[in-house]
């Protein structure tokens, strides 16, 4: 897999806990999509039941959120404040940037019998979850960010995050 | 199942039928792969085209920000008077525009034949 380290590993039991995938990343776009790609690849390849683009599309949320708003620490409101342009150059910039790009984003993906549980984490500040829940209005789901989180809700079954607010959690259950 | 370098990889090409630029996207368009699409379609746009056929059939992946890429080029497309047309979604992307409501923004025919007589 291209700039992303890989751990699969595999217990013999095949009802519970059986695949377990720790995968960590640099801050790049490539290596996010990368890595991706391969988890759900290494399910899929497994055998495991379930919808791939349904995963993918998840874990791609999930990863670019890690990866612009956490390592990056690219502030959503410069999109409203300078511009669609300016908010993907600053992206640029900063992945060319040791200082922010050398920070690592952490997938940890299990597979049990009847769901798969994931956790991805980065090395940002975090941020209020509980703030930005509070504010959000089911209508106002037109804006970059609400579409990413409109995504991520309609394809996980459960979602949560720690207290600092850099690590997100989530399971999809598995099909019958 | 295809190996993960081949599936996250876009392929784009384009070609003009009656005045109409027919863009083919192939393969995924996601924060890894939307820089190269924006560029090359801002290309068109600068070169005067203003009316687009967005041919996804073979697209098989999209995620926020290739989504967000779209409303970004439909919103320059609208500045210069032009149109822009989806056609052919596969039936998980076509899924997803309604989910986030973006077909209200961006038509969506089921034929790229369709697409272009709605230009007419």
């Given at each position: 897999m291209n700039n992303s380290n890989g751990n699969v590993e595999q217990t013999g039991h095949p009802c519970e806990h059986f695949l377990r995938i720790v995968y960590e990343a640099p801050s790049r776009r490539k290596a996010i999509m990368s890595l991706s790609e391969s988890a759900a690849f290494t399910v899929?390849?497994?055998?495991?039941?379930?919808?791939?683009?349904?995963?993918?599309?998840?874990?791609?949320?999930v990863l670019t959120n890690a990866l612009?708003?956490?390592?990056?620490?690219?502030?959503?409101?410069?999109?409203?404040?300078?511009?669609?342009?300016?908010?993907?150059?600053?992206v640029k910039q900063r992945e060319e940037d040791e200082a922010f790009s050398s920070k690592k984003i952490i997938l940890e993906l299990e597979c049990a019998s009847y769901e798969i549980r994931c956790s991805v984490k980065d090395q940002g500040e975090g941020f209020?979850?509980?703030?930005?829940?509070?504010?959000?209005?089911?209508?106002?789901?037109?804006?970059y960010h609400e579409r990413g989180i409109l995504l991520i809700l309609s394809c996980v079954d459960s979602l949560s995050w720690n207290e600092k607010?850099?690590?997100i959690r989530f399971t999809i259950e598995l099909n019958e | 199942v295809k190996d993960p370098e081949e599936r996250s990889k876009m392929e784009l090409s384009h070609e003009k039928i009656k005045g109409i630029v027919v863009v083919y996207l192939k393969g995924?368009?996601?924060?890894?792969?939307?820089?190269?699409?924006?560029?090359?379609?801002?290309?068109?746009?600068?070169?005067?085209?203003?009316?687009?056929?967005?041919?996804?059939?073979?697209?098989?992946?999209i995620d926020s920000t290739g989504l967000g890429?779209?409303?970004?080029?439909?919103?320059?497309?609208?500045?210069?008077?032009?149109?822009?047309?989806?056609?052919?979604?596969?039936?998980?992307?076509?899924?997803?525009?309604?989910?986030?409501?973006?077909?209200?923004?961006?038509?969506?025919?089921?034929?790229?034949?369709?697409?272009?007589?709605?230009?007419?």
């Open positions: 899929e390849k497994m055998g495991v039941e379930t919808d791939f683009n349904r995963l993918k599309l998840v874990l791609m949320e612009l708003y956490g390592n990056l620490d690219i502030p959503s409101s410069l999109r409203d404040s300078q511009g669609e342009d300016a908010f993907w150059e600053l209020n979850w509980r703030e930005y829940l509070r504010s959000k209005d089911a209508n106002d789901m037109e804006g607010g850099n690590e | 995924s368009l996601s924060i890894a792969t939307t820089e190269e699409f924006y560029s090359q379609v801002s290309s068109l746009l600068d070169d005067g085209e203003k009316n687009f056929v967005f041919h996804i059939s073979s697209l098989d992946f890429t779209l409303v970004r080029l439909t919103k320059r497309i609208k500045e210069k008077n032009g149109e822009i047309r989806l056609a052919e979604p596969q039936t998980h992307i076509k899924e997803m525009f309604e989910l986030i409501r973006m077909d209200k923004v961006l038509p969506i025919d089921k034929t790229k034949e369709e697409a272009l007589e709605a230009f007419e």
